[in-house]
């Protein structure tokens, strides 16, 4: 069965610092793996999705995250965080031909920016 | 524009009191899916739908049933909520079942059971 673990439910960064937000996957597979974002009062939106190509993939608003197969992670990161940034991230694995292709949640990090 | 629509946003209601929220995609995708959002747990995956007339349970479906009569819809029902059920839900589709892919999310709708 795959899972996902995010370590840190709450991150605080200052405005301009680096953002690391960190996740490991558990797959029997090859998975696919994604980052959403959560802003208040909103739906998930895709941040970034890696399916097998290139292992730094590269996403919106300036993240990026990159899959490490010895260290079955795929953290995120952005150089430098910006107010905006301020939301609820959550990891995701999913497994082609696996239970209809269900994308599987970790439990979520709040990102905090202070000025 | 592309969207999920769910409906209503917010709902209060009663133990034991019937209710439906609605869930309307405009991409014609295939996989459809309903999650429950709890405070440290993430999301839970209650009901998911591989096309018309196909669902299953996910991995919280007790006390919940859905429907998926046209391609588009795929109502969530609570024939008898209890407070326990008391959440954020979110309703996403996906292009093409089996397959791997973004998920569109719809924007939740929040119910308290009192």
């Known amino acids: 069965a795959q899972s996902v673990t995010q370590l840190g439910s709450h991150v605080s960064v200052s405005e301009g610092a680096l953002v690391l937000l960190r996740c490991n996957y558990s797959?029997?597979?090859?998975?696919?793996l994604f980052w959403y974002v959560q802003y208040p009062n909103q739906g998930l939106q895709l941040l970034l999705k890696y399916t097998s190509a290139a292992t730094l993939v590269k996403g919106i608003n300036g993240f990026e995250a990159e899959f490490k197969k010895s260290e079955t992670s795929f953290h995120l990161t952005k150089p430098s965080a910006h107010m905006s940034d301020a939301a609820e991230y959550f990891c995701?694995?999913?497994?082609?031909?696996?239970?209809?292709?269900?994308?599987?949640f970790g439990d979520g990090t709040t990102l905090t920016v202070k000025p | 524009e592309a969207q999920v629509t769910q409906n209503p946003r917010y709902l209060i209601t009663v133990t034991g009191k019937k209710l439906t929220v609605t869930c309307s995609q405009n991409?014609?995708?295939?996989?459809m899916s309903w999650y429950r959002q709890d405070p440290g747990l993430g999301l839970r995956q209650i009901y998911y739908?591989?096309?018309?007339?196909?669902?299953d349970k996910g991995d919280v479906p007790e006390g919940y049933k859905v429907s998926r009569k046209e391609k588009r819809n795929f109502p969530l029902i609570l024939e008898s909520p209890s407070p326990n059920q008391t959440s954020l839900y979110f309703c996403?589709?996906?292009?093409?079942?089996?397959?791997?892919?973004?998920?569109?999310f719809g924007e939740g709708s929040r119910l308290t059971v009192l």
């Open positions: 991409m014609n995708h295939e996989y």
């Open positions: 739908s591989m096309n018309v007339e196909v669902t």
């Open positions: 995701a694995v999913s497994v082609p031909n696996t239970n209809a292709g269900k994308s599987t």
């Open positions: 797959s029997s597979v090859p998975p696919y």
């Open positions: 996403a589709s996906s292009l093409k079942a089996g397959v791997p892919g973004e998920l569109f």
